[in-house]
């Protein structure tokens, strides 16, 4: 069982940053393909970034590209995203999760934990 929680979010003026952290309990956070998606309101929930389990390997939605980081630290079982130029797109709730396969890194349904979310308002 993995708990995740995240923080980070706020109110930010476009080309803006934010720093977003997810910390996850347990003793096996390294196993774990750590994903960050975001949903804002009425649409579905996307994929933003993933981190391999030991942080060698990173992907980002084309849309992110450029302005997003995603990072992980494992001696503190805490993913970070990083976020600059924030645009008002940017907008919703941005949730991290955990599961095992790389493969399946950007699709929501194969993830098997997530946190309760945090919101990010950024405004024109």
């Known amino acids: 069982q993995v708990h995740l929680v995240e923080s980070g979010g706020g109110l930010v003026q476009a080309g803006g940053s934010l720093r977003l952290s997810c910390v996850a309990s347990g003793r096996t956070f390294s196993r774990y393909v750590m994903g960050w998606f975001r949903q804002a309101p009425g649409k579905e929930r996307e994929f933003v970034a993933a981190i391999s389990g030991s942080g060698s390997t990173t992907d980002r939605a084309d849309s992110v590209k450029g302005r997003f980081t995603i990072s992980r630290d494992n001696s503190k079982n805490t993913v970070y995203l990083q976020m600059y130029s924030l645009k008002p797109e940017d907008t919703g709730v941005y949730y991290c999760?955990?599961?095992?396969?790389?493969?399946?890194?950007?699709?929501?349904?194969?993830?098997?934990?997530w946190g309760q979310g945090t919101q990010v308002t950024v405004s024109s």
């Open positions: 999760g955990a599961q095992s396969r790389w493969v399946e890194r950007s699709d929501e349904h194969e993830y098997d934990y």
